[in-house]
């Protein structure tokens, strides 16, 4: 059974810096894809950015691209996602989630399976 921890959150001032974590478990291969999410307040859940595992090929919202890097690490199964230049507009529940693929997968929830907790990230203005 696969499992989701999200891990890193916080509070932070806009221009600041924030590392999410989230580690995986129960995958086999590395035949899979995991994508970050946020659910500002008041607003839907909205893709930010997401990774094919196997070849690296990495998608990014556009209004994040130039501030945030999503990487893995396969030996310790943990996606990252590096948040630089923070906005307030950037607060939210931050999800990761995942699903097995042989092929690309996008920034649309139903493509994923697996979900996490949430972390809550803040930006002060």
């Known amino acids: 059974e696969v499992h989701l921890v999200e891990s890193g959150g916080g509070l932070v001032q806009a221009g600041g810096s924030l590392r999410l974590s989230c580690a995986a478990s129960?995958?086999?291969?590395?035949?899979?894809?995991v994508g970050w999410f946020r659910r500002a307040p008041g607003k839907e859940r909205e893709g930010i950015s997401c990774i094919n595992i196997r070849d690296g090929k990495t998608f990014y919202r556009d209004s994040v691209k130039g501030r945030f890097t999503i990487s893995a690490d396969t030996a310790r199964n943990t996606t990252y996602l590096q948040m630089n230049s923070l906005k307030p507009e950037d607060t939210g529940v931050y999800f990761c989630?995942?699903?097995?693929?042989?092929?690309?997968?996008?920034?649309?929830?139903?493509?994923?399976?697996?979900w996490g907790q949430g972390t809550q990230v803040t930006v002060s203005s």
């Open positions: 129960g995958f086999t291969s590395d035949e899979y894809a």
């Open positions: 989630a995942a699903v097995w693929s042989l092929g690309w997968v996008g920034l649309l929830e139903y493509e994923y399976d697996y």
